[in-house]
């Protein structure tokens, strides 16, 4: 989990994590789990918006299944292939790195440092890819707090 101070556009706490979101304009650009921190209101009505989405997506028993927002990424092209298939996994359902990797024609790891770099979980779903045998990592934590927000976000898509 991030402990840093950068300039969020909102901070809030959910069952699932405290989280900061930065917006450029109305798009958002990043999602961070953060260590228990203040919560920060929102600086703009997009970022208000954002906030009000996500919590409820979060929210036990929601009827959001899809994350709307408007993003704007700044990733490598494969990157970008590879976060593309993220969006093409339905809710409550999960694909293995190695599955992504065959569709497209790359290696499982690569598939994994693409979703370890993905600058917006949970809006890219990154959490519903896998390993063959177990969980896998989520943004880059194979153990602790950050991978049982994986856990708990399939929990919530009912995955387990």
């Known amino acids: 989990m991030k402990t840093n101070k950068k300039q969020y556009d909102a901070i ?5 994590a405290t989280i900061g979101i930065q917006l450029d304009g109305s798009k958002l650009i990043k999602v961070d789990y953060l260590t228990r921190r203040k919560d920060k209101k929102p600086t703009s009505k997009s970022a ?3 906030q009000n989405k996500i919590e409820k997506y979060l929210k036990p028993k929601s009827k959001v299944k899809n994350l709307k927002v ?4 700044n990733v490598t092209p494969f ?3 590879v976060l593309k298939q993220l969006m093409l996994i339905p809710y409550g359902e999960t694909r293995t790195y190695g599955e992504i990797a065959k569709t ?5 790891r690569a ?11 949970i809006v890219i779903p990154c959490h519903r890819v896998v390993a063959s045998k177990g969980l896998g990592g989520y943004s880059g ?4 707090e950050t991978l049982e927000m994986k856990y708990k976000l399939l929990k919530l898509e ?3």
């Open 158 to 160: 009912g995955v387990f």
């Open 70 to 73: 408007d993003v704007q990424l």
């Open 79 to 81: 990157q970008e292939k």
């Open 12 to 16: 809030f706490t959910t069952d699932i």
């Open 48 to 50: 208000e918006n954002i």
């Open 111 to 121: 598939v994994g440092n693409a979703c370890r770099n993905n600058p917006v979980p």
């Open 104 to 108: 497209l024609k790359t290696s499982p």
């Open 141 to 144: 934590a194979t153990e602790g």
